[in-house]
């Protein structure tokens, strides 16, 4: 089943300035017009490892069973992404079988030492329910280990990290973390990152929903956590609201060729934000969603710009 956000994402990159994008030399060709720039990469800061700045979300795209298409597809994807320069990969025990197709992928490719991997548990189980989560999840995986792992949606201020820090401890994953993608979370939340000081946070963020600005992302800056970016492409409605329009000029001074660039570009160019991890389930998206980390990214003055143009647009 194609979703909407395909639909819009493939008509909008065919067109325009995109165009050029699309029919270069075959979708992976994309590679491989900016493949002289390496894709960025930018330190964890609580250990000073380099990140590449794009990776993936797994939700819906990895989200299949018994479908030799989508398997072969999704493997191409983690190809295109390995060979283009990027590694972060993120899922979910609560995203139905993503686990398991990321699991099946890695295994089939040979690839766990070159992917950085990060799932999540549920926030609110208690430490029996929330390790049986953790251990699932490295059976899906098929790993001994994950490089993160994140206590998904917390919405509450009082949340404490110490079963976090012990499963670091023990060996099972590298790096712990948070997550949320609601605004109503951002207060509860805003207190357990100054008082837990996590290796990473996961926050919803875009050109289109800049709250996150506010105070979550200067407070992650401050207390050194490495921030992870989900939506961003806001539930598919920054491609709604772009249409069918052509990019605008000041996206050729920053090399967006495509408005997946330009949306992942802006991102990107918050001093704060570590990574992006857009949902991807097409070698050419990978591609795309590559390329906006790669190159030149916009300064003050031109994330101005870029605000200003979007917000004016109808």
Partial sequence: MVSCTNVLRRRILTAGAGSALATAMGPLSLAFGAAEQPLQTRPIPH???QLPIVGIGTRMAFEFENDPAQFDERRRVLQTMI???AKLVDTAHSYSTAEDRVGDLIADLGAR????IATKFSFNQDRAAATASMQRSLQRLKVSRVDLIQAWNVSEANYDFGMLRDWKQQGLCRYVGMTTSFIKAYDPISKVLARE??????VNYSIGDREAERVLLPLAR???AAVMVNLPFGRNSL???AGGRPLPDLAKEIGAASWAQFFLKFILSHPAVTAVIPGTDKPEYMV???NAGRGVLPDAAMRKRMIDYWDALS
């Fill in 197 to 202: 000081k996590p290796d990473f946070f996961q």
């Fill in 83 to 85: 060979s283009g320069g």
């Fill in 47 to 49: 250990s000073g490892e």
């Fill in 222 to 224: 401050d207390v050194g």
């Fill in 239 to 241: 491609f709604k609201k």
């Fill in 288 to 290: 795309d969603n590559m």
């Fill in 113 to 116: 030492d070159k992917l950085f």
